[in-house]
């Protein structure tokens, strides 16, 4: 059975748009068979790292520092599939931030050139064989989530482990309008999460369905702007 781990780094947690987007996808995992934990990063104390290498000198292996980071790290050697839930807050939520630092421990300093890159593994004692992304941002293009996507990537990549993609959603706002279009992004968000634990993998054309345009590209400036005129004429500002 994979165990999955779950880290939602969004500040509105459960009522947020990634928590939307990751509702079929946990549900289609939960069907193959999968233990999901979802952890919210919002909920959790995660200081930030203090930069000074002893989980990989003095201490190896070992944080010191006393957080919730303490009650999550034998989790984590336990997940296989490692799942990062990030709306793009340019980049990225600052607890968010905080998680992706702590998981140093985690990860073994033996280097290796790989492709031209310094890159680490994570111990042998860590599970995690897979890092997958879901991704929200409020803007119209996909692009907007490609700083994130990147950061994702990276820290797969960096850790030597499978980096097994990430679902975008792009104004992800309007995939909770009750249309015939978004009940079927939905369930393909269920079948992904499916196709993910049974398979291993996910199909590019489902990638596409998910991400697909919601609004025309021109309605959605006008309808903002439209929107935040109005609020700035009630509250009476005329800078
Ligand atoms: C501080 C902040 C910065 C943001 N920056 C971007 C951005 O650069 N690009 C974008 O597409 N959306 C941006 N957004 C919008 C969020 O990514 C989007 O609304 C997301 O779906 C929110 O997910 P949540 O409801 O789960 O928190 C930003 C939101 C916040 C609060």
């Not at 993609?165 to 995939?175: D, E, N, V």
């Not at 249309?179 to 079927?184: A, I, S, V």
Request: aromatic letters at 8%.
């Amino acid at each position: 059975m994979s165990k999955v781990m779950i880290v939602n780094g969004s500040a509105r947690a459960k009522k947020g748009h990634t928590a939307f987007v990751l509702a079929p996808f946990i549900e289609g995992m939960k069907k193959a068979g999968a233990k999901v934990e979802l952890l919210y990063s919002k909920k959790l104390k995660i200081r930030p790292c203090v930069g000074d290498f002893k989980c990989w000198g003095e201490t190896i292996g070992e944080c010191f520092l006393e957080d919730d980071m303490q009650k999550i790290y034998p989790k984590l050697r336990e997940t296989d599939i490692l799942v990062l839930a990030i709306p793009v807050y340019i980049p990225l939520p600052g607890m968010m931030q905080n998680f992706i630092n702590r998981l140093c421990p985690l990860v073994e300093p033996l280097l290796e050139y790989k492709a031209g890159r310094t890159r680490a593994k994570f111990h042998d004692n860590v599970n995690i064989s897979k890092i997958l992304g879901v991704i929200t941002g409020g803007w119209w293009e996909i692009e907007n989530l490609s700083v994130v996507l990147k950061i994702v990537e990276e820290l797969a990549l960096n850790a030597s482990t499978e980096f097994s993609g990430a679902l975008l959603r792009p104004h992800a706002y309007a995939l909770r309008e009750e249309t015939e279009l978004n009940k079927e992004i939905l369930s393909t968000l269920e079948i992904i999460g499916e196709k993910f634990i049974r398979e291993g993998k996910i199909d590019q054309e489902d990638l596409t369905f998910i991400s697909q345009p919601l609004v025309d590209q021109d309605d959605y400036i006008t309808v903002w702007n439209k929107n935040y005129l109005e609020e700035k004429r009630k509250q009476k500002i005329d800078w």
